[in-house]
């Protein structure tokens, strides 16, 4: 792809792949291009096939091409499930001793002119003295010559990573990168599309996955508890925020139930401070009953729902977006909510810090939606935006904690000594918070908290352009389809357009309104089946959208499948 | 400030059947935290859903009445943000040892420092008398006229188990007792188990103040592990006191390397925070 190039790292669960694609997006990225990392690896600790593609550019990009320039292989039951992956004239450079190729890959690799390289990476170890597990060095010291960057950059990756893990040969790591670097076999490899352009400064920009975002975000917007029960893929999130824990003073805990940590974020946020939790769709389902309690107590509470593919336990390790529904609709009875909605690592820092102001200032539950792809995968970007002010709601003191208030918010204070006390109250109640069962209440106080909907639909920013001044072609969207969408652009001479929603409810629609004219052609683009987004759409503007693009095999829109899809 | 048993009454009128556990649980309740000079605003208490919850407008304080089965975790969560109050869980037979028991379990290991008052009446009496676990045996209840067909679950076997710091039972009728018993546990500086047998002249005629009368032994403290478990093999008598405490287990919140140097409370700790410290990839 023009402008655009790509390298895919193959080999079984446990090899060490997600350590070389990290190697490999941060030399990239120090040797001044940008890069976009996503992986890809089986439910299983040992064995399977994994990968770690690194796209780069010498403009911002954040999202994958479906086929890489050069795949880099170590294992032949990853040769075999990505070399169809290649790319036209691309190259395969792999150390697998006796490789038995099928006939439909070879003929695969024939029609395409892939130039398949074989490196005794195993024996290059060996003679420079290195264990074999080292074979990983030669082959990205080779690839690094490939595309022609200065090797002392690479060096230094992995050397800063090598020297904090304990009793690894630092010179032998040196060694096979170099004996790889230096191998006569790069003179057979010709790959022309590898972007030359350099941005200035660039070593500076930052490599971060959604998690890590998020993380981040917290921290900076005063969220002082994390409670939360591992699950793919929100789980990098308590590593990030566990092995930080030191340096920020955060209570860290690990519950023994998505229903624990739920709680225990309402028991924290009811008591003033700032916490929440994270998990994916089936911890979620768990966490329903809670958010129904949030929505009638009027608690705040933030949750991120990190999206995976399938019900149940479904495709645990990779991606979709299918979770829209259960996030608008989670916990029986009426009451209102937020869902948001992140795209990348620059979404997810601002938006976790707003989910903590919107859920403290209108007192009610707040999903921040995720993807595996956005969670996980590596974006390079020059810096995150400044924090947001913290907006917490709060009053002193005040008769009545829930106050029937035109706008629907009543005012919260922190239960501390000598303040008035009051009670917080599952059951319906009255302005005090006592029980109550009488018609004319009960209707009362559910249409006070229903209000809140109305004042935060106003307050909340519309949804974001980009693209095309004159578009013939806009995708509307939400998640990481802005990714590939907006990559593509530059791709293509059609005028294309992308409207981003990252708040999702309430639902601003004018925008979309606005778009409907005879000269554009105006698309829902979901990764799912069932399209919930289109749904909710239809739903609060009364706007139907016939044309749909969606995708749900537990993979993320490619760039190339936004333009196949404007081609016909 | 001087406190007194009017600042921690209510005028919402109580709901309770006549002869109910939980009027004297209530007034043991209310007298312990007056003796301890706690204002109703230093006290958050997290009740469940049951009878038990009912009372949640009935006693001043901070109070949270939120879902059946989740009284502990919510004050987990009240507790980890503030130290400096008092924190109480109001939960249950039927919520503590069915919908939300991995709470009691974690809850006890983890040593978290609060109290967990679980008001054992043998039975779900607000939905009308179904079986519990602590149901007794042949006994019928609402749908099974035989009785339950499951086994039992102990709540001091099962406390006794997980190496806990405290564990205490008391009895609705005697409330001097359970007011001490009620005070020790707040004052142990880790996670207080105390079950209180409580009478439920409904669906629980049964277990009348007579049977309890014939069956309690009173001690006043214990903390060996073995006499603890005499204690509860005994199934003839019922043994009521601070039946185990043991101070040496260390708490939670005291275990954190993280939080040991700290002054102040989460609560306090709301503000924005540079992350240039934590950037690194």
């Given amino acids: 792809m023009k402008n655009r190039f790509s390298v895919k790292v193959g080999g079984r669960s446990g090899q060490g792949i997600n350590t070389l694609g990290e190697f490999l997006s941060k030399a990239i990225r120090d040797s001044g291009l940008v890069t976009f990392a996503y992986r890809e690896y089986p439910s299983i600790i040992k064995g399977g096939y994994a990968s770690y593609q690194i796209d780069v550019s010498s403009e911002p990009i954040s999202a994958s091409q479906k086929h890489t320039d050069i795949l880099l292989c170590m294992t032949d039951q990853s040769f075999d499930k990505y070399v169809n992956t290649v790319a036209k004239n691309g190259v395969v450079i792999h150390s697998i001793k006796g490789l038995k190729i099928n006939e439909e890959d070879r003929r695969y690799i024939k029609r395409n002119r892939i130039k398949i390289t074989y490196i005794d990476a195993i024996g290059l170890a060996e003679k420079n003295d290195a264990p074999i597990i080292m074979a990983n060095m030669v082959i990205l010291g080779l690839f690094w010559k490939v595309i022609n960057l200065d090797l002392s950059i690479l060096e230094k990756i992995v050397l800063d990573y090598f020297s904090r893990k304990k009793g690894v040969d630092l010179k032998a790591e040196k060694r096979c990168l170099k004996a790889g670097y230096e191998s006569d076999l790069v003179k057979d490899i010709k790959l022309n599309n590898f972007p030359q352009e350099k941005r200035r400064n660039w070593q500076s920009s930052l490599i971060l996955t959604g998690n890590d975002a998020i993380a981040l975000g917290a921290v900076s917007a005063g969220c002082r508890g994390y409670y939360a029960y591992p699950m793919t893929p929100a789980t990098s999130i308590l590593s990030k925020l566990g092995s930080t824990y030191m340096e920020t003073g955060i209570l860290v805990k690990q519950a023994e139930s998505e229903i624990t940590a739920v709680q225990m974020v309402l028991g924290s946020m009811y008591m003033g401070t700032r916490a929440f939790t994270a998990t994916a769709g089936g911890g979620y389902d768990l966490m329903s009953e809670s958010i129904s309690f949030a929505g009638m107590a009027e608690l705040p509470l933030v949750i991120v729902l990190a999206q995976r593919a399938g019900p149940a336990t479904g495709v645990p390790t990779w991606t979709g977006a299918s979770d829209l529904s259960i996030a608008l609709h989670a916990g029986h009875g009426e009451f209102p909510r937020c869902v948001l909605s992140a795209s990348d690592a620059s979404d997810a820092y601002e938006l976790i810090q707003n989910a903590f102001n919107i859920a403290e200032t209108y007192q009610l539950p707040v999903t921040l939606l995720t993807e595996k792809q956005i969670s996980e995968s590596l974006f390079n970007i020059k810096r995150l935006s400044e924090p947001q002010k913290i907006e917490r709601g709060l009053v002193r003191s005040a008769p009545k904690r829930y106050e029937i208030t035109k706008n629907g918010i009543s005012p919260r204070w922190v239960p501390k000594k000598n303040k008035r006390t009051y009670l917080t109250n599952s059951d319906e109640h009255d302005e005090e918070g006592i029980s109550v069962e009488d018609a004319p209440q009960v209707e009362e106080m559910s249409e006070k908290r229903m209000r809140k909907i109305d004042r935060l639909k106003k307050s909340i920013p519309e949804p974001k352009y980009y693209g095309h001044e004159e578009p013939t072609l806009v995708f509307v969207g939400m998640g990481s389809t802005k990714n590939a969408v907006i990559d593509a652009m530059p791709l293509t001479k059609k005028r294309l357009g992308y409207l981003h929603y990252k708040y999702i409810y309430p639902l601003r629609y004018e925008k979309i309104l606005e778009l409907n004219n005879d000269n554009v052609e105006i698309v829902l683009i979901e990764n799912n089946q069932d399209g919930a987004f289109s749904k909710l759409i239809k739903e609060e503007a009364n706007f139907y959208i016939p044309n749909t693009f969606r995708k749900y095999d537990g993979r993320a829109f490619f760039v190339d499948d936004i333009l196949e899809y404007i081609k016909s | ?281």
């Avoid at chain 2, 109580?14 to 649980?25: H, L």
């Avoid at chain 2, 503030?82 to 037979?93: C, F, P, Y």
């Avoid at chain 2, 060996?224 to 287990?249: D, F, H, M, P, Q």
């Fill in chain 2, 1 to 281: 400030m001087k406190v007194d048993i009017k600042d921690y009454n209510t005028d919402v009128t109580p709901t309770w059947c006549p002869g109910c556990g939980n009027f004297s649980v209530h007034i043991a309740l209310k007298k312990a935290l007056i003796e301890l000079k706690k204002q109703p605003s230093e006290v958050v208490m997290s009740f469940d859903i049951g009878c038990n919850g009912n009372g949640a407008d009935k006693i001043e304080g901070f109070r949270i009445k939120g879902l059946h089965g989740r009284a502990i975790p919510l004050a987990v969560g009240a507790h980890l943000a503030n130290r400096d109050m008092t924190i109480i869980a109001d939960i249950g037979d039927g919520g503590c040892l069915h919908e939300g028991i991995d709470h009691l379990i974690h809850a006890i290991r983890s040593n978290y420092d609060l109290t967990i008052l679980i008001h054992n009446n043998q039975n779900f009496a607000l939905t009308t008398g179904q079986i519990t676990s602590t149901t007794p045996e042949g006994k019928s209840m609402y749908g099974f006229p035989k009785g339950r067909t499951e086994g039992v679950i102990s709540i001091g076997e099962l406390t006794l188990s997980l190496n806990p710091s405290f564990y205490a039972r008391g009895y609705s009728q005697d409330i001097p007792q359970l007011k001490e018993i009620i005070k020790e546990g707040i004052k142990n500086k880790g996670l207080s188990v105390i079950e209180i047998m409580q009478v439920c002249p409904t669906y629980n005629k049964e277990s009348n103040h007579e049977f309890f009368k014939e069956r309690i032994v009173k001690i006043e403290k214990n903390n060996s592990i073995k006499k603890a478990r005499e204690y509860l093999s005994n199934k003839k008598k019922l043994y009521t006191g601070i039946i185990y405490s043991n101070t040496k287990v260390k708490n939670y919140y005291s275990k954190l390397a993280n939080r040991k140097e700290k002054k102040s409370e989460l609560v306090d700790e709301v503000r924005n925070y540079s992350i240039k410290n934590i950037l690194s990839e």
